[in-house]
């Protein structure tokens, strides 16, 4: 996988990660917000539709109906009793401990006197839901004993403690009269109007009567289904405002510590980068070792900055590259210089002699002779002949080099092709039916230049032998000699080397650029040249790959 590829991945998992953490922080948060509100808040059964129980009220518990468990539940929490009834409003199963209903043959008139009583009417059945709140028995005990006796036993007293439950009288003008049981806050007229088919919403279970004198009588007791849904809702809104606050500045702490990893594990890779580059730019091409980052015994980058290795070792090369780059560009300044200096010699020293021999022959203080003059005049036209070769050579050096020569190739039989370099000191040696497409004149002046340079720099008469033969690459010319060799530093540069480099007055047949344009020449035709040099003399390889 290619090194983005791993970082955008790499990038895409963190936040991925980030993302659904935050995701799943809020909905727990929702889910504990709904579960403390749900523990803590009543389910009035008046609210529920037939549409959403119908089918799954009534289960069959063999050949009978029964009511299902969770209106049972919900029953015993709203303080009262569900009855299942069919058509004919017979009592087919109920909840709690006694059938109130099935004692009593005119339903109607019972579930009529009784307030918050509901039905719902299922495709087979009627559920009916009748209350049963715990003040109604003491309320009536109170109400007949108070009506007979006008005073209330201590047994019954000794009941309104153990529910901490309390009788009142008001007059008839809403005075507080008598209070028995329970202390509780003064009630006003209008808190009888109350509607309590809410049982969760009412701190206390009132029940109350007028009496034949104009009084009026109250039975108090706490609601032991009190569940209000305000109070746990403010309550839940601050633990979820709390909860969230909290939950953000533990995000906000993840972050933070998200950011510290990531800019462990990219920041300082990225910094590392930056530096390797700042030192390139001053030159500096050593490899760094960041203890950080690498292992101090083997070099490479730890595990967690694995995903940076191929950067590293990108700059790595790219540091050899530029090293070894920096040294050929300072062995090619030394090498132009050279050049400039051995160019600087070559034409200086013709230059030299013609003006010498033209102020010489221009001087009025001597009379020359016709020989004397033509001595001068050949002199300084063998300097001028060989300033033009250099600077002929000089161009077909630059015309190489930028690919301005075409070539002509052609087959050539090299049996007898070769033969035209044959001479006393020459030989020619093919070894089977040798055939090379090159372009002839150049090929011409590269067998020139070699064989030329062999006879030059040996001894009279030395034997220069040529060979043609094929070889797994291609065709192969060998031209040796059995001259004292070449010196090794001028054998490591023996192709690069554009001047001569050697006294003109000595000699002006060369301008000591053959090698370099032999090289050149063979490059042209995609071949390579090789040079082999010892006591015993020395040969040049050449190979010209076949296609």
Request: proline share 3%; with cysteine; net charge negative.
């Amino acid at each position: 996988m290619k090194p983005s590829r791993r970082l955008t991945l790499r990038f895409i998992s963190y936040f991925t990660v980030f993302y659904l953490l935050i995701i799943l922080g809020f909905i727990v948060s929702l889910l504990f917000f709904a579960f403390f509100i749900n523990d803590r808040v009543g389910d009035n059964i008046h609210v529920m539709t037939a549409y959403e129980i119908e089918d799954n009220a009534v289960e069959m518990d063999g050949q009978s109906e029964r009511i299902a468990d969770f209106l049972v539940k919900r029953a015993d929490e709203n303080l009262g009793q569900l009855y299942l009834l069919d058509k004919s409003m017979k009592v087919l199963d109920y909840t709690g401990d006694n059938c109130e209903l099935c004692e009593i043959k005119d339903i109607e008139i019972l579930t009529q006197e009784r307030a918050g009583m509901h039905t719902w009417k299922l495709p087979k059945y009627y559920l009916l839901f009748l209350p049963n709140s715990p003040v109604r028995p003491l309320f009536e005990e109170a109400f007949e004993l108070w009506e007979g006796e006008g005073e209330l036993p201590s047994s019954f007293i000794q009941r309104l403690a153990e529910n901490k439950a309390a009788v009142e009288i008001y007059d008839e003008h809403w005075k507080r009269v008598k209070v028995i049981g329970e202390g509780y806050k003064l009630l006003y007229k209008p808190d009888l109007l109350e509607e309590h088919y809410d049982i969760f919403e009412h701190r206390e279970l009132i029940q109350s009567t007028t009496l034949r004198d104009g009084s009026t009588l109250v039975v108090r007791m706490p609601n032991p289904s009190y569940k209000p849904f305000e109070e746990p809702f403010n309550k839940a809104m601050i633990l979820f405002v709390a909860i969230f606050f909290g939950g953000h500045i533990i995000l906000l702490i993840g972050v933070i510590f998200l950011s510290l990893g990531i800019s462990r594990q990219f920041v300082r890779p990225l910094v590392y980068v930056l530096s390797r580059i700042e030192r390139f730019a001053q030159f500096d091409y050593q490899e760094v070792i960041d203890k950080k980052l690498h292992h101090q015994k083997t070099g490479k980058l730890k595990r967690k900055f694995k995903l940076f290795q191929p950067v590293d070792e990108s700059l790595n090369h790219l540091s050899d590259r530029l090293a070894f780059n920096e040294r050929q560009i300072q062995k090619s300044e030394q090498l132009r210089e050279e050049w400039i200096t051995g160019l600087s010699h070559d034409l200086k020293t013709p230059l030299s002699s013609i003006f010498g021999y033209s102020t010489m022959l221009a001087s009025v203080e001597y009379e020359w002779t016709c020989e004397e003059m033509r001595t001068f005049a050949k002199t300084m036209q063998e300097k001028a002949t060989y300033m033009d070769a250099l600077i002929q050579d000089l161009t077909y050096t630059y015309q190489l080099k930028n690919k301005a020569i075409q070539l002509d190739k052609v087959p050539l039989t090299l049996a007898t092709w070769l033969l035209q370099f044959a001479d006393e000191q020459v030989s020619v040696h093919v070894h089977g039916n040798v055939l090379l497409e090159a372009d002839e004149l150049l090929l011409k002046r590269i067998m020139d230049n070699l064989i030329t340079n062999a006879k030059k720099y040996t001894a009279t008469g030395t034997k220069v032998r040529i060979e043609a033969q094929h070889v797994e690459k291609g065709v192969m010319l060998t031209i040796a000699d059995k001259g004292s060799g070449i010196p090794q530093d001028e054998l490591d540069n023996l192709f690069e080397r554009y001047y001569r480099g050697t006294n003109t007055t000595d000699d002006t047949t060369g301008t000591g650029l053959g090698l370099a344009i032999t090289k050149q020449l063979i490059d042209l035709h995609e071949g390579t040249i090789d040079v082999q040099s010892d006591a015993n003399g020395t040969a040049f390889f050449l190979i010209f790959h076949a296609k």
